[in-house]
């Protein structure tokens, strides 16, 4: 009795051909990186400057659409508008959190892929971006984290 496979679909077939891509991606960058004589961790830390200046980036846009969707309503109450004026505008602005929502959670997928890349070229030190990330005891303690304000 011939075994049994379950069939390549259209999706698989395009995940098995990105992993490959991924794989010959990253030799090829490790060894033209290798022939250029340029340190990798230095070309790795400006990719993750870079990174981690993009996420604060969405997050920044997140805050300020959040802030434009909380004064639209304001102003709608302030004024004594009827709800009906100004609704195809907040819908807009709620596809427009959703929209940076994804793209939010693309940048944090990247962040990861971009981690593995890191560690299949061989750099095993921790990049860092601007951004002091320290664990503070005394937020642990109160249970209350200090807000940051995104830039």
Known sequence: MAARYAPVTPTIACIYALLNLNFLFTFFVSVLLMEAGVEKVFVAQRVATKLFASENAVDAAMVETAELMADLLKARKD????????????????????????????MVEAHGELNETKLRLGIRTKLTGAEDKTFRLEEAATGKAALRQAV
Do not use: F, P
């Open 79 to 106: 004024l004594g508008i009827s709800a009906v004026v100004g609704d195809r505008a907040a819908a807009k602005l709620a596809e427009a959190m959703s929209a940076l929502s994804e793209a939010r959670s693309a």
